[in-house]
């Protein structure tokens, strides 16, 4: 069966953003959009002026007037005002680039893409607008603060086979990670259980019930003295078959082996928005899957290495 085309959103992006999709709740007092809008922005001088700009849209394309009324359930669509950021000072260097995939070795400090109070400092919005891709997405994610291999689409008709990849978890990933050697854990060790990221809570926890996180940890060597913690530092490589947030974080650290710089786990540790000097020491640092449209055997390695380094370099290239 062949699939619906996906409709376009009503309103195009703007200097590599979307604009924001707003929900409008099925009960409430208001009666027109505006009157919404103005109450969940708190800005009604902003959601005037999109107004004016014929800047709101409904979910079917309709501009939205001072007079159309409100729609429960509906979706509107604005253009967002960008919050302060500051600059992550670390270029992304692009691994592979054709007509289907953007592969890029992202630091860290960087998310992925746009959420919370990191907008325009995020690979993707940085990627668009440097490259000028305007349909630019990812396959998959990295955390803000990991390192490596990453993959995006540049096209959004072939964007679902690439995404749909990784959800059935069929990309070999690997990942390397500086931390503290024990001598009385015996590796390799297969770690299974279940990972739950509770709503507004920024660690991931374990629960009861049926294992959703899977991960391959071994010792490859040991390396010396660790940049952060006490003790002797060991490098792993870590192969997980799922993907849950923060999962190889939260398993390493419940194995005793918390990751070199990890400000989460096992204990949450204040991060300063500007503090770019000790990078979590994590890195995707190889990825491989069979291509949905070709059959090529697809590979892609990342050029970092560990240790990863700080840098007080704010003009550092975006893409190169």
Known sequence: MSRRPRRLPPLPDRDGLGAARVRMPRVGPWSTVVEFLIERTGDAEGVEQRLRDGEIRLGDGTVVTGSTAYRPGGMVYLYRD?????????GIEVLHHDEHLLVVDKPPFLATMPRGSHVAQTALVRLRRELNLPELAPAHRLDRLTAGVLVLTTRREVRRP??????????????????????????????????????????????PGEPNAHTHVELVERCGEPIVRQGKQ??????????????????????????????LYPVVQDLALDGFTTPLQLLAQHLAFVD?????????????????????????????
């Open 292 to 320: 949905p449209f070709t059959d090529e055997q697809r590979t892609f390695t990342s050029r970092r290495r560990l240790p990863l380094t700080g840098t007080a370099a704010p003009d550092a290239p975006t893409a190169r």
């Open 234 to 263: 060991g490098l792993y490589r870590l192969t997980p078959t799922t993907g849950r947030t923060h999962q190889l974080r939260v398993h390493l650290a419940g194995l005793g082996i918390p990751i070199e710089g990890d400000p």
């Open 162 to 207: 690439y995404q749909e990849l990784f959800a059935r978890g069929e990309v070999t990933k690997m990942y390397v990670a500086l931390a503290p050697a024990r001598e009385d854990l015996a590796l390799a060790v297969d770690v299974r259980d279940r990972l739950v990221k509770p709503r507004g809570s920024l660690q991931t926890v374990r629960e």
């Open 82 to 90: 960008l919050p302060d950021e500051v600059p992550v000072p670390f």
